[in-house]
């Protein structure tokens, strides 16, 4: 049994925790490419039949869950230190380590807002704040894919509404915010094919986020959209009023100098329904595709799809709490869980959403849509996870549900592999139905249940 409480007290007071983890792993025999001096650890079970998953080792939960989730589990892995301190003393280098690992990964969660100690002892917020975005250019990410329910958001990850260069971001005395975006147009052009790409083989309805009539990097990536389907069997049904291709033709046509020659091959028998709307509606439509079961494939910049996909993850229990609500003002008491199962919606509370960033080069990045559960790591180290029967303690179902997926990513053809964790998840699902366990109780549990890989 690994003590996970004293890797909680490690981190929060700010010790060695990379002299903790360091004995709790083996060096790896694999190095990113162009890093020779990563570190990488390596445990489970390398018996050579299925292929390693890597981790990236970050802050609270995120990093505890991870933790036990390997140990009972014992499938092998490798291991990438990222917490807040280590991406701090690395000047953010160890985020490359992990972006440029050759093999199928999982980014957890990290925090963003996180103290550390700068090399004078002092405390200062963390280099890179959470890190998404430079992770995303050291691994050549050009776009994530949420799926939840009959939707599934394609998030362009190079197009960041954000400050991205700090050095062009001032503020003058006027009072004027000036700040600058580079944006790659290539991977913009590889997130709107994998797009084109799920809507012609899912048969879902098509749906375009972006808002060209005000954003002029959003233009772009609507253009080559626009480009993208021109001479396939797509049916637009909803177009934009101007065509965002030929107003930024001049633009676009430079991107697309730079793509392979090939880039279109085999487009020209896709086919599918595509509305393009501007960004803000999609969020009312999610909402009516989620109650009319309508799969949707919906295509945004990262900003628009961060907010669609919280959105996606939580509009659920609202609407099970207003069916209740209606129901009771007719008299009626239901088990909302039980009619939303019944009326045959998959959509939980957003804790079993899962994500995948796709790379220019390399294996996907699965990736863990919830926060890093810093305020949760709290209450365990307070002794009191239920906070007087107000809370409920962490669900680590998200690390094995986003662990099988990998592993399956992996592993496609090893059918073995696949009911091995699908069994695993349901003697987690077990041992945490009716009242959930403390964490540590239930890490102790799910030891008893779960039988390792290999044994």
Known sequence: MIDLLKIAKIESSGGNLFKELSNLFEDAKIKPS????????????????????????????ALLGTIAAIDILGLPFYAVPMWSQFRHDTKLEALAWFGNIPTTSIKWSTAGDAYVNDENGNKVVVMGKSGNAHLRTQAGVYCNVRPYGPITVVRSMPCLPYSQNKTKFSVNDDGIVHSEMNSPGVQMAYANRLFLKLVNSSGAIGRIATKPTQAMEDGINAGL??????????????????????????????????LPSDFKNGMENWSGRIEQHIADTNYGLLVWDLINKQNTIVLSTDLDGDRLTDLLADISDPLRAYSGMVANKLGKDINTKKLWEEMGYKTGNGRDMTSVMYRMDGPPIHEQTLGSADAMLLRLLDGDEWVGGTKQPYDPRIHFVLIRD?????????????????????KFDKVYEGNRPGFLEGYKSLKKAITPWGK
Do not use: M
């Not at 001096?37 to 039949?49: E, K, L, P, R, S």
């Not at 292929?51 to 939960?61: E, I």
């Not at 049916?235 to 965002?244: L, M, N, W």
């Open 34 to 61: 162009g890093y020779p001096d990563a570190v990488v650890w390596q445990g489970g079970n390398h018996n050579g039949i299925i292929n390693p998953v890597a981790h990236s080792l970050t802050d609270a939960y």
């Open 225 to 258: 959209h626009s480009w993208l389907i021109k001479d396939t069997k797509f049916e637009v049904g909803r177009k934009y009023a101007v065509d965002p291709f030929e107003e930024h033709k001049e633009s676009i046509e430079k991107i697309i100098k730079l």
């Open 406 to 426: 990998a592993y399956i990513d992996a592993n496609p053809d090893n059918k073995n592999l696949h009911e091995w964790l699908n069994k695993s998840l349901n």
